[in-house]
């Protein structure tokens, strides 16, 4: 490209005369101009016509746009101008280099402001890709990150003509050797990416592990997932462990709500539909329990000393359970001693068949 645009100079530059030096200045200065116009016109143009639009990510785009084609002007002057001075070997060489260093340094943060952009918009968009979310945007543009700025140092270390053959030989053998040293940490790696992507669980989420830890999410990491217990202790489990057991989402489904279980046994010959009436104004009369769903009452099963009734209502998170439990279970018993309903318990008869002889 330098080639076509000193062909394309070559007639103005003849104006000048033999004198390389005020050549190389004559071009410095037009392509300052010319950069200097597109800050102050071109790019104010297009800031104007992107505004019109109801989308935010073209005016970012723009924003992103404007410096690496300001410097990049800048440096195509700079690097005609070294063309026309014809400097001798390794200086030709050493700035050539450095410029276009320079030029990928600029591009390169440009690609990674605007994949971060691409990926932003398209985890808050509602008709996002499935595996990309807010929860697994973080993985994404690290990832993304880490292969732009491998490419830009091959790129890089090829302008300046250095052979990656080997070095890249090196790096599969490394990668090699570490793969096997670090096998359960790479397991936990992998775990943790896939967890990330399928997103089982989030953040805030109440869970109940295989081993019966039952708690909130608090961090999910690349190595590992963080839960505290309702005794506020933290339990940190590898992901490789999280990836191959079985978990209950108690916040999961299609809301956070949490069903809760208050089994009661009454004394035979109890109204047991006065009990249903009871069971249900109690749970319809308490603020913690959700309208809809709307609470339910099941009678179950003929105990052996009791009728066993069990009252099913819902309420707004899992974390609550253990509360509402304990105002629900005091409220049924308060209730059932007012209402005169009798609550069994287990009771043993004694029966002596034959008393000991005095002697």
């Not at 410096?67 to 800048?74: G, L, Q």
């Not at 050539?96 to 320079?102: E, K």
């Not at 592990?209 to 690349?222: A, P, Q, S, V």
């Not at 505290?228 to 916040?251: F, H, L, Q, Y």
């Amino acid at each position: 490209m330098l080639s076509k645009l000193q062909n394309w100079i070559a007639p103005y530059l003849d104006m000048l005369g033999d004198h390389p030096w005020l050549k190389a200045m004559a071009i410095v200065i037009v392509f300052l101009a010319l950069a200097w116009v597109f800050d102050r016109f071109i790019s104010a143009a297009l800031r104007n016509l992107t505004a019109r639009t109801r989308l935010k990510f073209d005016d970012q785009i723009i924003d992103y746009l404007h410096s690496p084609i300001y410097y990049s002007a800048i440096l195509i002057g700079l690097a005609l101008a070294v063309n026309v001075l014809a400097l001798s070997e390794p200086y030709d060489f050493i700035i050539f280099s450095s410029l276009r260093t320079i030029a990928l340094v600029i591009w390169t943060v440009f690609l990674i402001r605007v994949v971060r952009s691409i990926l932003r918009v398209v985890a808050a968009n509602d008709q996002r890709v499935a595996i990309l979310h807010p929860q697994t945007l973080p993985l994404f543009e690290n990832i993304a990150f880490i292969i732009i700025i491998v490419l830009a140092v091959y790129v890089i270390f090829s302008a300046w003509n250095v052979d990656m053959t080997a070095w890249l030989a090196s790096a599969g053998i490394v990668g090699i050797a570490v793969g096997f040293a670090a096998k359960d940490t790479l397991a936990n790696l992998f775990s943790g990416v896939f967890i990330m992507a399928d997103a089982p669980y989030k953040i805030g989420d109440f869970v109940v592990l295989e081993t019966g830890e039952r708690g909130e999410i608090t961090h999910i990491g690349i190595r590992s997932t963080r839960m505290r217990t309702r005794d506020d202790i933290e339990i940190t489990v590898p992901n490789s462990v999280m990836g191959n057991t079985m978990i209950i989402n108690e916040s999961g489904g299609p809301h956070e709500k949490y069903r809760i279980r208050v089994a009661v046994g009454v004394a035979y010959g109890s109204d047991i539909d006065k009990v249903r009436d009871i069971l249900m104004d109690i749970a319809l009369n308490d603020e913690n329990v959700c309208e809809d769903p709307e609470p339910r009452v099941r009678f179950r099963t003929f105990g052996p000393s009791s009728l066993d009734f069990e009252l099913l209502c819902w309420i707004e998170q899992p974390v609550l359970r253990g509360r509402v439990l304990d105002i629900l279970n005091s409220k049924v018993y308060k209730r059932f001693i007012d209402e005169k309903i009798e609550i069994p318990y287990s009771k043993h008869d004694l029966y002596i068949k034959q008393m000991p002889s005095a002697e």
